[in-house]
């Protein structure tokens, strides 16, 4: 059985169809005004501006691709390629909750593939499907960078912890339900679109998400409590005037560093220049062929 050639639109010229309309426009244009003053390079704005037009649409459309373009003077396939790359920038229409369950290695042994396995046959989804109602888009994720949490599952990007497929099914549950759900660590959870809009750079009015982040939970600090007991530390750096413990850097000043810079650059010689000077210019071979 031969596969069936995939293609992927890279940018071809958005036709008048496909754009926003003007009231649209009118609306997000001073958000992206805002976003590209930030930066001394309009084009660096391109990230945040897609995670604009993200917040608009629920995920990235060719609508989006030319406003962020027409703004950043960029073309259809530069921003394309941008959003292609990323994996936060969604392709397909995404309902309110994200939810990504992690199948990486450490996940996938606690119990991650299990969870995943329960939630497709829970919500009647494949991974990367929505619910008919809207509500959730379910997705497997290679790392959710928790595993001392393992498994975890995010929604929006945001943690839930020490996961079970039990756990797992009450989750999109109440999230379908509308009941307010907080995370393992951080603010309660908003819609996918509200959060582009944070991811964006614009405030996130949600309670409790300016407060200082916690300590770090008992299984990120198990391997420094076990060193303490045991009397552990780092080797000697075999400087006698720095604790065993620390850095040769701890303490450098800025000033140091460019001393230390200047001396390194004084002890070099200077390269020399090249016999010729390169000629760039193209060159045809006047032999005949």
Not at 83 to 93: D, G
Request: charged letters at 20%; one cysteine or more; aromatic letters at 6%.
């Amino acid at each position: 059985m031969t596969a069936e050639p995939v293609f992927l639109t890279f940018g071809d010229p958005v036709p008048p169809e496909q754009r926003y309309p003007a009231d649209v426009v009118a609306r997000l244009e001073p958000d992206a005004r805002e976003i590209i003053a930030r930066y001394p390079d309009a084009r660096s704005a391109l990230l945040p501006l897609l995670h604009l037009v993200q917040s608009e649409d629920g995920y990235i459309t060719p609508a989006g691709i030319a406003f962020c373009g027409g703004l950043l003077e960029l073309t259809p396939a530069e921003v394309t390629a941008v959003s292609t790359f990323y994996s936060m920038y969604r392709r397909q229409p995404t309902g309110d909750f994200l939810v990504g369950v992690c199948t990486n290695t450490l996940c996938a042994v606690m119990g991650g593939d299990a969870i995943l396995a329960d939630l497709i046959d829970h919500l009647g989804v494949s991974p990367g499907g929505t619910t008919a109602d809207g509500s959730i888009t379910l997705e497997h994720l290679e790392c959710n960078a928790a595993c001392d949490f393992a498994p975890v599952v995010m929604v929006n990007w945001e943690f839930f912890d020490n996961q079970t497929p039990e756990s797992g099914r009450e989750l999109v549950d109440a999230l379908r339900s509308g009941e307010q759900v907080t995370p393992t660590r951080g603010a309660p959870l908003c819609t996918f679109r509200e959060t582009a809009r944070i991811l964006a750079g614009f405030p996130d009015a949600r309670p409790g998400s300016s407060d200082a982040a916690g300590s770090a939970g008992d299984p990120s600090l198990a391997g420094l409590l076990i060193a303490r007991d045991r009397g552990m530390q780092a080797p000697a750096t075999g400087r006698p005037d720095l604790p065993n413990n620390a850095s040769p850097d701890a303490g450098r000043t800025a000033a140091a560093d460019e001393a230390e810079a200047s001396r390194t650059a004084a002890d070099k010689p200077a390269p020399a220049p090249d016999a010729q000077p390169r000629d760039h210019t193209a060159t045809t071979d006047s032999k005949e062929v």
